[in-house]
């Protein structure tokens, strides 16, 4: 190894860790879950009412989200693969569970964060 | 080509087909479905420091297509091509600049190969909240490429040494 690639990995790892700060400050706990299929809007929920919704696609394809104390998740689906089912919880602002077979995204969202924009709590 | 660096050409062609083979058959749990670590890039920092950048750039090409249509699906072609291709083209250029041993090489295309990736993922599913995931592929891809340079140098060595290549240098 030279000593410009040893440069390089402490460059990328500054900037990851840089952009994992970043983004760990302005986390913030989200309130709306939004659904989308194929970037249309599908649905909108509360993440603090428990509830379950089965996400239905056009062809058939489902998708089952579970909301309940707060963390909102996905049970079970129709796709082959199922990562969206084994991606883990999610309740803060921004953060997403993709479906990529049935282009199903649920994101946390929150609505004090359009109005307060980069204020960090 | 030589007809040594002919045979070495399709010998890594079929490498390269198992690797991405064994990579579709173990789903590894990366928070963007689909998303691929990029072990058959091993291949492609083999051939280029072996046989050269236009050959590294198709045995790329070639192998995403012919993954794609045996055993992958529109998305993930679309994710490999964009990681691939994305990868190889940064390798390529980043050992012109000849600032960096193979395992820089490899790590930028390792980094590169998953910000291609989280692109095509943007682009699929048209949400810009997948960016959020972007530091934990980067050190991902930096890991990842960093193992496969490491691996990529001792083969290099070897391979160059059986097939009396004399105007490359690996280090
Ligand atoms: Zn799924």
């Known amino acids: 190894m030279k000593r410009n690639d040893i440069i390089l990995i402490i460059a990328i790892l500054v900037f990851a860790f840089g952009t994992i700060v970043f983004f760990n400050l302005t986390k913030s706990e989200g309130d709306k879950v939004v659904i989308t299929i194929d970037g249309k809007p599908y649905k909108t929920l509360d993440l603090n009412t428990d509830t379950t919704l089965n996400i239905e696609g056009e062809d058939g394809e489902y998708n089952l989200l579970v909301i309940e104390n707060g963390v909102a998740s996905m049970k079970d689906a129709s796709c082959p693969d199922l990562i969206c089912v084994h991606q883990s919880d999610i309740h803060f602002d921004n953060e997403t569970i993709v479906c990529l077979p049935n282009k199903v995204v649920v994101e946390i969202e929150s609505s004090e964060s359009n109005e307060i924009d980069g204020i960090v709590n | ?171």
């Open chain 2, 1 to 171: 080509m030589s007809s040594k660096k002919t045979a070495t050409y399709g010998l890594l062609i079929a490498l390269a087909f198992i690797f991405s083979y064994v990579e579709s058959l173990v789903p590894i749990p990366l928070p963007i479905p689909g998303m691929k670590l990029g072990l058959a890039n091993i291949v492609v920092l083999i051939a280029l420091y072996v046989l050269g950048s236009k050959q590294a750039f198709g045995l790329s090409v070639l192998r995403i297509v012919l993954v794609g249509l045996t055993f992958g699906s529109l998305f993930s072609m679309i994710y490999s091509l964009a990681g691939g291709i994305l990868s190889c083209i940064a390798m390529i250029l980043c050992k012109k600049t000849k600032l960096f041993s193979i395992v820089g090489v490899s790590i930028v295309g390792g980094v590169t190969h998953n910000i291609g990736q989280i692109i095509a993922a943007i682009l699929i599913v048209e949400n810009r909240g997948i960016a959020y995931y972007l530091p934990v592929l980067l050190v991902t891809g930096a890991v990842t490429g960093l193992l496969i340079g490491m691996l990529g140098a001792e083969i290099t060595k070897r391979l160059t040494v059986k097939l009396n290549i004399n105007n490359h240098k690996c280090n």
